[in-house]
Structures are given as C-alpha cells and as structure tokens.
C-alpha cells in the first residue's frame, strides 16, 4: 500500500524559512509528478508547486521566487524548500503524488502537515 509521509511543518516568523519533506513507500514505481498543496478552514486545497518525474517544475504565482520544489526519484521523495515566508503562507500542507499512463490516473495523498507563519 502506497503511503506518503511528510514532515517539516512547524511555526515560524514570518521571512523565516523552513523546508518540508514527503517520502513515499510501498512501490517501486517512480510517480509522474509529485507536488505540494495547501489548504485553509473554508477553502479548497490549491496547488504550491509541482515536479514532473524529469524535472519539471510549475509554481502558483504567490510562491514564486520564495518556494523552490525538488525530488530525488531513486528515493520517491519530494521537498520543498519555502523562504521569507509570509502570514498567508499559514495553512497545512499536503503533499501529492499522480501516477498516470494513458486512461489510467491516480493521485495519493499524505496526511498534511501544519505551517504557521507568526507575522
């Protein structure tokens, strides 16, 4: 059973940094793209940042040039590394996981992890 376990959440002042990690096991499978979204009380869960099996990388604008994405295939492991955060950066992030070929899709997700940014 695939499982994604996270870790690096925690409080923070605001223009700190911190960098959360998600490692997945139970396969051998190299997912497709693997990312970070984030949710608030009362709104839906948005995409942070994402990373395609080959590098490639795609941002929502609010983060850009503060959130850097990465991931080691050979570990199935996804980070992202988040600088000068800010107040609305607060939220728990989950990270995300596609597996897709063809027809076929399927997304796993870990359990999410809490950032807090003090302002």
């Known amino acids: 059973q695939v499982q994604l376990v996270e870790s690096g959440g925690g409080l923070v002042q605001a223009g700190g940094s911190l960098r959360l990690s998600c490692a997945a096991s139970?396969?051998?499978?190299?997912?497709?793209?693997m990312g970070w979204y984030r949710q608030t009380p009362g709104s839906q869960r948005e995409l942070v940042a994402s990373?395609?099996?080959?590098?490639?990388?795609n941002y929502t604008n609010s983060v850009k040039g503060r959130f850097s994405i990465s991931r080691v295939n050979a570990k199935n492991t996804v980070y992202l590394q988040m600088n000068n955060l800010k107040a609305e950066d607060t939220a728990v992030y989950y990270c995300?996981?596609?597996?897709?070929?063809?027809?076929?899709?399927?997304?796993?997700w870990g359990q999410g992890t809490q950032v807090t940014v003090s302002s």
């Open positions: 995300n996981a596609d597996d897709y070929s063809g027809t076929y899709f399927r997304a796993y």
């Open positions: 990373i395609t099996r080959s590098g490639s990388t």
């Open positions: 139970g396969t051998i499978f190299i997912f497709n793209t």
